[in-house]
């Protein structure tokens, strides 16, 4: 490989021109390296969020709905039974809005500001 034929990436030009000229186009116009002209699809606000119980809580409309999800985590062992008696309690007390307001069915595309 000749030395002009790398760009300050280590990118042999030559070939990215070769394998993907589109690219070879874009990396030329941008002058940026090849690892950020896609950058922009790793954008999701939402990319490592891993939903918990006070997630699914939120969303729950009723009293029941509550108590199921809490069973269902229970089982799965997401929470522990401490947890479960502490968050059925709070149910008890405060009902399904003891949980925050309540999360619609669209709230993970505008609770990061994604709003259209």
């Known amino acids: 490989m000749e030395p002009d034929r790398i760009d300050l990436d280590g990118v042999d030009l030559e070939e990215l021109r070769r394998r993907f000229p589109n690219l070879y186009e874009e990396y030329i116009r941008e002058k ?3 690892n950020q002209l896609y950058q922009h ?3 999701d606000p939402w990319k490592d969020h891993n939903p918990d119980y006070k997630d699914f809580l939120a969303r729950a409309k009723t ?3 509550c108590y199921e ?3 269902y985590l229970l089982k799965i062992g997401e929470i522990s039974p401490e947890l479960a008696k502490m ?3 709070r149910t008890r007390t405060h009902g399904a809005g003891g949980f ?3 999360h619609q069915d669209h709230y993970t595309k505008f609770s ?3 709003e259209d």
Request: net charge negative; charged share 55%; no cysteine.
């Open 32 to 34: 940026k390296p090849v």
């Open 41 to 43: 699809r790793d954008t």
């Open 63 to 65: 009293d029941e709905e």
């Open 69 to 71: 999800v809490i069973d």
């Open 87 to 89: 968050l059925r309690e």
């Open 100 to 102: 925050g307001s309540r």
């Open 112 to 114: 990061k500001g994604e």
